[in-house]
């Protein structure tokens, strides 16, 4: 008799339970409470990229998308879905898929409104296989992505928030491996990494919460090289605030920045001469590391170097004379590039 009552319970308990259920998915008001409920195409945004995407090349026409790109983040609501159209792109470098790579993984508001960052591949197949062969799909996943493979002219992009020696040390056997050079020849390439990635913690003094219209990032590096055949070419990318933003100021320059007036190629260009203590610490041991690269620079050690940093771009020609630029738009970070010949 027990067992019999049991099982009318179970079956009322059941057939409620079924009731439920089937009235939850007749009921479309009732998807809005699911959490993983999917927004329609009313909270779907869609960036298109342009046909050239190089920051050091084409500057003004790459950075415009990016900032179309952080407007489209500033839209956006929690769960909202943004789309990069990238299929007109006919040239990209790696410098652009790494700065790419940081908005979507390094972008605060991002992650916290749990924004789904989807997109296509280039038609182009030279510009779809620099996708694949500067590491994209490590940090992006895609049903299309094929199995990634090691070559020996590509060291992929890695990234991380604090100075790692042992990939430093990979990069610098990179070196040795492509151009037939000993460790004293590439002596100051180790250090100048490792400054570099200790620089993203000492020198990124965060900016407040989309200040100015500027998003906020979380601080980490990214890195990568490739060689080119007459040289290996490095391209390393630092997502805390940039330099120009950090530097300290003499009086006259605060009442200057004070009127608007745009400084930053200044603050970059004597950064890197180390023409005056622009540490923000204050501290003598500091704000070395942008000086030492650039007598690096004047010695050989590196050649080609270039700097991206909030609102400047820096130039270093062999003999060491710098063309420094203001921009009319902001890049988010400090981005390096520099050539080692073989």
């Known amino acids: 008799m027990q067992k019999i009552k049991r099982k009318n319970k179970n079956k009322i ?22 959490p993983n409920y999917k927004a329609g195409k009313s909270n779907r945004l869609i960036v298109c990229a342009p046909r050239e995407l190089c920051l050091f090349d084409s500057t003004d026409t790459t950075l415009n998308f990016f900032d179309d790109v952080i407007e489209k ?20 470098t790696p410098d652009a898929v790494m700065y790419l790579i940081a908005i979507i993984n390094n972008t605060k508001k991002v992650r916290v409104f749990e924004i789904a960052c989807e997109g296509n591949m280039p038609k182009n197949q030279a510009a779809r296989a620099v996708f694949q062969d500067v590491g994209f799909f490590k940090f992006v996943s ?6 990634l493979n090691d070559s020996n002219g590509f060291m ?21 491996n492509n151009c037939n050079k000993d460790y004293t020849s590439t002596k100051r390439l180790y250090p100048m990494i490792i400054e570099l990635m ?37 391209v390393f990318l630092d997502t805390g605030s940039g330099i120009p933003s950090t530097v300290s100021r003499k009086l006259r320059e605060k009442v200057s920045d004070i009127l608007s007036v745009n400084n930053d190629a200044v603050y970059l260009e004597s ?22 690269i650039y007598e690096d620079c004047k010695n050989n050690q590196i050649c080609n170097l270039k700097i991206i940093s909030c609102r400047a ?9 710098i063309t420094a630029q203001n921009m009319s738009s902001y890049f988010e970070g400090t981005l390096f590039s520099w050539d080692i010949a073989k």
């Open 13 to 34: 308990f059941h057939d409620s339970r079924c009731r439920k259920l089937c009235f939850s998915k007749r009921n479309p008001r009732s998807k809005k409470k699911n």
């Open 73 to 92: 983040i500033k839209q956006c609501g929690p769960r909202y879905t943004l789309y990069f159209d990238l299929s007109q792109v006919e040239v990209i």
């Open 142 to 147: 895609a049903p299309y992505a094929r199995k």
């Open 156 to 176: 992929k992009i890695h990234n991380g928030t604090d100075a790692d020696n042992i990939l430093a040390g990979a990069f610098c056997e990179f070196v040795h």
């Open 198 to 234: 200790t620089n993203t913690h000492q020198h990124a003094y965060h900016l407040p919460y989309e200040l100015d219209g500027h998003l906020e990032m979380y601080s980490n590096w990214y890195i990568f090289a490739q060689d080119l055949g007459s040289a290996v070419h490095f």
């Open 271 to 292: 950064a890197l001469k180390g023409d005056y203590s622009r540490s923000e610490t204050k501290l003598a041991y500091r704000g070395k590391g942008l000086p030492g």
């Open 313 to 321: 771009k820096c130039l270093v020609n062999n003999d060491g004379l």
